[in-house]
Structures are given as structure tokens and as C-alpha cells.
T-cell receptor
Framework: GAVVSQHPSRVICKSGTSVKIECRSLDFQATTMFWYRQFPKQSLMLMATSNEGSKATYEQGVEKDKFLINHASLTLSTLTVTSAHPEDSSFYIC????????????????FGPGTRLLVL | GQNIDQPTEMTATEGAIVQINCTYQTSGFNGLFWYQQHAGEAPTFLSYNVLDGLEEKGRFSSFLSRSKGYSYLLLKELQMKDSASYLCAVMDSNYQLIWGAGTKLIIKP
């Protein structure tokens, strides 16, 4: 249970193009989804939190116009990196959390496998 | 401010036992999580503690003391595949996860 998928797993694009990454919770309803970025040998960095049907909350320093997040349903969130540049190359990981009571599965974030983005 | 401390790196021998400590100072507490992250992969959930005491799950156990702001992850019968980073994360009063920097565990034969 609590499986999260992410697509694509790897993408290479040219500078200036936009890239969309999908995150799906396969067997539970994710009221909240999170987008992280991780550079090599560094910690996870939370970029934004999104609740189904509402606007995402971005962390300080993350440009909301550059990293567009849509959480249109309880099982799908998308992250679009607009006008990507080489410095956006990173490992992007989504996680999903189900709603409900403070049980383990309800409060636990389950991670997708990640998307490795390389911008040339 | 909010802070999670865990050792940067630890080394242990295959078949042995290792304990990874985590201390925290957060605005409120709604549970502590341990995740495992292999190099180049996303984190996977290991354990969740919200009450004091020891939670055992196979070769892995996690302990919590809320009064001391302290947790540890205990790995028994270490296997080479246990070489990974282990992330400690605390959920604060706003149900936001505060992440530690992770402990890189190196297992030697």
C-alpha cells in the first residue's frame, strides 16, 4: 500500500524549454502533496506543499512562476519547470500524504521514485 | 528555531548492530519519522514514533523519548544492502516535516 509514482524518471532538455513532472498516488487519496529538490550529496529541500484544489504554498526562495504546481485531483499533482536552465538540473522528488486521523499512514509522507532532470 | 541533529556518517561491520541517534528541537511535536535513502534514489519510509518507547519492525527498531527530544534507529544483523543514508524527520505543531541532514551509513564486510 501507499505507492506513489512519478513520471518521467529521467529527462534531458534544452535550456529555455519547459518540463512537466507528474506525481500520482496509486492506492490512496493524497490530500497533500509535497515537491522536493535534492542536489548531489545534499539534504532534501522542500520546494512547495500543495493541497488538492487549492494553490500551492511555496517555501522561501522558490519562485512560484518558475515552478508551477497543480494539484487538480486527490491522486495527481504536477510540477512544471518553466524556462529551465542548467542550474535547475537536480533530482526532483514528490511525496504524498493522505488525510484522516493521526495514524501512521495518515501522517506519513510516501515518496515517489524521483525525476532526474538534466538541462543542457 | 527548529533543529534536527544526527551524525553525518557512521561505519559498521556486516552482521553487527548500529544505533543512529537523532535529537530535535521543534515547535511542537506530532511524531518522528525515519526514512532510508539509497544513493540516487528517493527516500523510503521506515518508521513512525509518536509515543515514548521502542517500536520494533524486523531488523529495524526505532525509539523515542519526547521529554529528551531524542530518538534512535537501531539496525541489527547488518547487511551490505543497509548501506544508505538514514533521515530523521519531525512533524511540528503545524504538521510540517522538519528534516535532518541524514546519516550516511557505511557497511564494511
Amino acid at each position: 500500500g501507499a505507492v506513489v509514482s512519478q513520471h518521467p524518471s529521467r529527462v534531458i532538455c534544452k535550456s529555455g524549454t519547459s518540463v512537466k513532472i507528474e506525481c500520482r498516488s496509486l492506492d490512496f487519496q493524497a490530500t497533500t502533496m509535497f515537491w522536493y529538490r535534492q542536489f548531489p550529496k545534499q539534504s532534501l529541500m522542500l520546494m512547495a506543499t500543495s493541497n488538492e484544489g487549492s494553490k500551492a504554498t511555496y517555501e522561501q526562495g522558490v519562485e512560484k512562476d518558475k515552478f508551477l504546481i497543480n494539484h487538480a485531483s486527490l491522486t495527481l499533482s504536477t510540477l512544471t519547470v518553466t524556462s529551465a536552465h542548467p542550474e535547475d538540473s537536480s533530482f526532483y522528488i514528490c511525496s504524498a500524504r493522505g488525510g484522516g486521523l493521526a495514524e501512521t499512514i495518515g501522517e506519513t509522507q510516501y515518496f515517489g521514485p524521483g525525476t532526474r532532470l538534466l538541462v543542457l | 528555531g527548529q533543529n534536527i541533529d544526527q551524525p553525518t556518517e557512521m561505519t559498521a561491520t556486516e552482521g553487527a548492530i548500529v544505533q543512529i541517534n537523532c535529537t530535535y528541537q521543534t515547535s511542537g511535536f506530532n511524531g518522528l519519522f525515519w526514512y532510508q535513502q539509497h544513493a540516487g534514489e528517493a527516500p523510503t519510509f521506515l518508521s513512525y514514533n509518536v509515543l515514548d518507547g521502542l517500536e520494533e519492525k524486523g531488523r529495524f527498531s526505532s525509539f523515542l523519548s519526547r521529554s529528551k527530544g531524542y530518538s534512535y534507529l537501531l539496525l541489527k544483523e547488518l547487511q551490505m544492502k543497509d548501506s544508505a543514508s538514514y533521515l530523521c524527520a519531525v512533524m511540528d505543531s503545524n504538521y510540517q516535516l522538519i528534516w535532518g541532514a541524514g546519516t550516511k551509513l557505511i557497511i564494511k564486510p
